[in-house]
């Protein structure tokens, strides 16, 4: 659920702001994709198949950093499909009620208080957390961090849940641009903070979230 900058130096920051916009164009590209073209029942069956694999590969399998990248593309497609599905399962008081919460979950995790989470405890264990997250890849197999399942998960939820609204493909070409518009801001905001020597990380859904509200508002107006 939070940015991985929280653990990553400010070298490997830069990078890995580049691998998350590649990543949240071809996801936004993805996820409206399938919003229009797949079934629910379509959906359903491979984000549960995907999050299958990615119980099985936490609990059964023993870490090696080599599969670490391979993992977290399968999980990143896992979560776009099942994320989708649960978007179109709620409605749009739902959506937006459940993005709320998790945005201040995410906030409240990097505070004091924060440090008793659930999310942060698992932050802590390094080799539960690194399985959970997607990455890019560099020259000689250097693994760049960018963000956990949940950030894309609940990314996936947010596009699709513009179906409360519209299911023309424009509303859902909107509703990804917008989030893709809040990574881009949150990426600049983190680059500005990252040069302070307290910097501990920043959430990675809250201008995501308020992207999409705007969104949705925007949609619903028109």
Not at 12 to 24: E, R, S
């Amino acid at each position: 659920m939070n940015s991985l900058v929280r653990i990553m130096n400010k070298d490997t920051i830069k990078k890995a702001i580049f691998w998350q916009i590649l990543y949240i164009v071809i996801y936004g590209f993805c996820a409206v994709i399938i919003n229009i073209y797949f079934t629910d029942v379509i959906l359903f069956a491979f984000g549960i198949v995907g999050v299958v694999y990615i119980l099985f590969s936490l609990f059964f399998i023993k870490y090696k950093r080599e599969r670490l990248f391979i993992n977290g593309i399968i999980g990143l497609w896992s979560v776009l499909f099942l994320g989708s599905w649960f978007g179109k399962q709620l409605e749009l008081e739902s959506t937006i009620s459940i993005a709320a919460m998790v945005t201040v979950m995410d906030i409240v995790s990097f505070t004091r208080i924060g440090k008793r989470t659930v999310n942060a405890k698992v932050i802590a264990n390094k080799s539960v957390a690194a399985r959970l997250f997607v990455y890019g890849i560099e020259k000689n197999d250097v693994l760049i961090p960018t963000c956990g399942f949940g950030d894309y998960l609940y990314y996936a939820m947010w596009i699709s849940g513009i179906h409360s609204l519209s299911e023309s493909i424009q509303a859902y070409i909107f509703g990804a641009f917008m989030i893709f518009v809040g990574i881009i801001i949150q990426s600049v905001v983190i680059k500005k903070l990252s040069i302070r020597e307290n910097f501990k990380g920043f959430p990675g859904t809250v201008f995501p979230f308020l992207g999409t509200v705007l969104a949705y508002l925007a949609v619903y107006m028109y």
